[in-house]
């Protein structure tokens, strides 16, 4: 009976030890990314980033919209505006300068900051130098007043002054702030910039609201810009282009065979063929367009419109068009620098656009072609092969991918602004042929 009893209590401590899965506790899902655990409840930890600006606000800019955007539709290839005045401001002049005259005053080989401490010896106004002025120079003033005499030494040694009349102090440094009224016309105005822009001066702020341009430079910065719209108010002509860029893939392993474009659109729409160090510039007539050469690639390949966008320069300038600014920041041809330089008038007798396109990328010049071309034909540069742009070992991109560009160039016509009725004109058919004519 004992026995039993014992068996008994036994078995009841062993169920009295069991658990029921109800009673299991239930723990969190716990997920591993880098190294870090993460749970529902937990707090992401990153690692500190640098204090630089984000990439998408590095690439905001109010110009985008007119850059990026080519209405192909409505694209005229002569424009005619009214001539307007473009103005250049000195800011930050400070105070105005006593009303002294000056008469007979020489200086020789001295530095800036002497020439004007000599001059303005016995009165209360005082030289302070903000930057180390080592620049010597030599000059005489017969008779002038203060404010001419003090701007003149200045710009004999490549200084700025301003002027504090509370403390009668005169401040001089190398460099200097400047305003640009533009013209209304947002076509001069892109190419004003687009002209600096390819001057490398750089920090440009733009209002487009009321039409200006603020800018920071030395002497040689103020020089560049002035010369530039000097040559803007003396030209006749502005050239501009239009352009499509596109990535092809063959859809066979075979490359894209550009001799088809001979028999799709007539040899005589194909005007010239201009070879470069990497591709090759071919010189076409208005029925190849961007439907049209979508049309033929599309029989061969898939077509990618990676970038599209315009830039205008001076007649006889040069600028750029970043490819980047107008495409997905994941492309593989984000760097890529379409250059060009280009003059309309006179050619052996002909009117022609003499232009030089480069390709250049941060390793360098990639090709670059001179393509001469009459008002209204268009280019198309091919054989460019999308793995330039490849920076790894390897890549899934086909070997016979490449780079498409379609360009078309633009004159805009500058003319007195009583001539244009203050209207922007746009020149087709007849009265196409009537201005190149004349």
Same mark, same amino acid.
């Given at each position: 009976?004992?026995?039993?009893?014992?068996?008994?209590?036994?078995?009841?401590?062993i169920?009295g030890?069991q658990?029921?899965?109800?009673?299991?506790?239930m723990?969190d899902?716990?997920t591993?990314?880098?190294?870090m655990?993460?749970s529902?409840?937990?707090?992401?930890?990153?690692?500190?980033?640098a204090?630089?600006?984000?990439d998408?606000?590095?690439?905001?800019?109010?110009?985008?919209?007119?850059?990026?955007?080519?209405d192909?539709?409505?694209?005229?290839?002569? %424009?005619?505006?009214p001539?307007?005045?473009?103005?250049?401001?000195?800011?930050?002049k400070?105070?105005?300068?006593?009303?002294?005259?000056?008469e007979?005053?020489?200086?020789?080989d001295?530095?800036?900051?002497?020439?004007?401490?000599?001059?303005l010896?016995?009165?209360?106004v005082?030289i302070?130098?903000?930057?180390?002025?080592?620049?010597?120079?030599?000059?005489e003033?017969?008779?002038?007043?203060?404010s001419?005499?003090?701007?003149?030494?200045s710009k004999?040694?490549?200084?700025?002054?301003?002027?504090?009349?509370t403390?009668?102090?005169?401040?001089?440094?190398?460099r200097?702030?400047?305003?640009?009224k533009?013209?209304?016309?947002?076509?001069?105005?892109m190419?004003?910039?687009?002209?600096?822009?390819?001057a490398?001066?750089?920090?440009?702020?733009?209002n487009?609201?009321?039409k200006?341009?603020?800018?920071?430079?030395?002497?040689?910065?103020?020089?560049?810009?002035s010369?530039? #719209?000097?040559?803007?108010?003396s030209?006749?002509?502005?050239?501009?282009?239009?352009?499509?860029?596109?990535?092809?893939y063959?859809?066979s392993?075979?490359p894209?065979?550009?001799?088809?474009?001979?028999?799709?659109?007539g040899q005589?729409?194909i005007k010239?063929?201009?070879?470069?160090?990497v591709?090759?510039?071919?010189v076409?007539?208005?029925?190849?367009?961007?439907?049209?050469?979508?049309?033929?690639?599309?029989?061969?390949?898939?077509?990618?419109?990676?970038?599209?966008?315009t830039? %205008? #320069?001076?007649?006889?300038?040069?600028s750029?068009?970043?490819?980047?600014?107008?495409?997905?920041?994941?492309?593989?041809?984000?760097?890529?620098?379409?250059?060009?330089?280009?003059?309309?008038?006179?050619?052996?007798?002909?009117?022609?656009?003499?232009?030089?396109?480069?390709?250049?990328?941060?390793?360098?010049?990639?090709? %670059?072609f001179?393509?001469?071309s009459?008002?209204?034909?268009n280019?198309? #540069?091919?054989?460019?092969?999308?793995?330039s742009?490849?920076?790894t070992?390897?890549t899934?991109?086909?070997?016979?991918?490449?780079?498409?560009?379609?360009?078309?160039?633009?004159i805009i016509?500058?003319?007195?602004?009583?001539?244009?009725?203050?209207?922007?004109m746009?020149? #087709?058919?007849?009265?196409?042929?009537?201005?190149?004519?004349?």
């Open positions: 009976m004992k026995k039993f009893l014992l068996m008994f209590l036994g078995c009841f401590v169920t030890c658990t029921t899965e109800s009673d299991v506790p723990y899902t716990v591993v990314v880098e190294n655990v993460i529902e409840k937990s707090v992401p930890i990153f690692p500190k980033k204090a630089l600006t984000t998408t606000a590095q690439r905001f800019s109010v110009e985008l919209p007119m850059r990026c955007t080519v192909w539709n409505n694209q005229s290839v002569v %424009s005619v505006v001539e307007e005045k473009i103005e250049m401001v000195r800011l930050g400070g105070d105005a300068l006593p009303d002294l005259a000056v007979q005053y020489k200086f020789r001295v530095t800036v900051a002497a020439a004007l401490n000599k001059l010896n016995g009165t209360d005082s302070v130098t903000d930057e180390q002025l080592v620049e010597k120079i030599s000059g003033v017969q008779s002038g007043t203060l001419d005499t003090v701007e003149l030494i004999m040694g490549r200084a700025y002054y301003s002027y504090d009349a403390t009668a102090e005169i401040h001089l440094q190398h200097a702030k400047w305003m640009i533009m013209p209304k016309d947002q076509a001069i105005i190419a004003l910039l687009d002209a600096m822009h390819g490398d001066v750089r920090n440009l702020l733009v487009w609201s009321d200006t341009v603020v800018f920071e430079g030395d002497y040689q910065t103020e020089r560049e810009v010369r530039i #719209i000097a040559d803007i108010a030209k006749k002509y502005m050239l501009a282009w239009d352009m499509d860029v596109y990535r092809v063959p859809k392993d075979n894209i065979i550009w001799m088809n474009l001979l028999p799709a659109f005589n729409n010239m063929s201009v070879p470069g160090v591709g090759r510039a071919l076409v007539g208005p029925e190849i367009n961007t439907k049209t050469l979508q049309e033929f690639l599309a029989r061969q390949s898939n077509v990618v419109l990676i970038s599209q966008g830039f %205008s #320069i001076p007649n006889g300038w040069q750029r068009f970043d490819i980047g600014q107008c495409s997905k920041e994941d492309r593989l041809e984000t760097d890529l620098v379409i250059g060009a330089t280009g003059k309309y008038g006179d050619y052996g007798g002909y009117q022609k656009i003499d232009a030089k396109i480069v390709l250049t990328t941060k390793y360098g010049e990639l090709t %670059s001179n393509i001469p009459s008002v209204g034909d280019y198309v #540069i091919i054989g460019i092969p999308t793995h742009f490849v920076t070992p390897e899934l991109i086909s070997p016979f991918a490449e780079l498409v560009v379609f360009m078309s160039p633009r016509s500058i003319v007195d602004a009583n001539q244009s009725d203050n209207d922007k746009n020149l #087709i058919g007849d009265d196409l042929r009537e201005f190149l004519n004349n």
